[in-house]
């Protein structure tokens, strides 16, 4: 077994990449969720996982044409909640920094600004394709704080993901987790490893 599958096993499921995102103390009481926030998030997964469909996905309940629509409306949905934030935010101050995400975690790597405490419960905004200015806002609660060359690496649990958009987060992981496996190997074949 190759130390990266190794790493995968002992720590699971998980994804790493360099993307945006920015924290902000929470302050609603634990256990609670915003259902507002949850219907967000989940049109926005929704929507991420329709687009980075390579081809399509025919059901015997659903035809070709009901599929289709279904991504046509996901796409309106998102567009709808783009322009939206567009209107209603100002320019984000979110940081690029490596990021590692899990089916119940979260960890970065921030090199500025103020860090949080642990124990501290953040809204944690996560850009999760550069094409979309819009963030998925994970409900988190910091477990870890640790110095490293490159700066501090933040590790946090995530809290309160239910239903579909737990669904959703676990089929989003695990595809994206898929293709930087997949994308792995392909170096692998190409970069004439030993």
């Known amino acids: 077994m190759s ?22 103390p929470r302050t609603d009481s634990p256990g609670s969720s915003s259902s507002l926030e949850s219907e967000r998030n989940e049109r926005l997964l929704r929507a991420l996982l329709l ?14 044409r009901s599929g289709e629509l279904l991504r046509i409306e996901a796409k309106l949905d998102l ?16 940081e690029c920094c490596p990021v590692k995400l899990r089916m119940t975690a979260v960890s ?12 501290d419960r953040l809204w944690l905004s996560v850009f999760l394709d550069p094409g979309i200015p819009q963030s998925l806002r994970l409900p988190v609660r910091v477990s ?11 590790d946090a649990g995530i809290e309160t993901l239910e239903g579909p ?3 959703l987060w676990e089929r989003f992981i695990f595809r994206q987790h898929r293709r930087m496996i997949a994308r792995q190997k392909a170096r692998g074949r190409t970069g004439g490893e030993c």
């Open 108 to 119: 970065w790597t921030t090199g500025s600004g103020s860090l949080p405490n642990v124990g």
């Open 144 to 154: 870890g704080l640790h110095r490293e060359a490159s700066g501090c690496r933040i």
């Open 79 to 94: 567009l709808f909640d783009l322009v939206c934030q567009l209107l209603t935010s100002g320019p984000r101050n979110a």
């Open 51 to 64: 687009f980075q469909e390579s081809h399509r996905e025919v059901t015997e309940e659903a035809g070709e």
């Open 3 to 24: 130390e990266e599958m190794q790493n995968t096993s002992a720590t699971g499921v998980s994804y790493d990449a360099t993307l945006y995102l920015d924290w902000a």
């Open 165 to 167: 958009l737990d669904d």
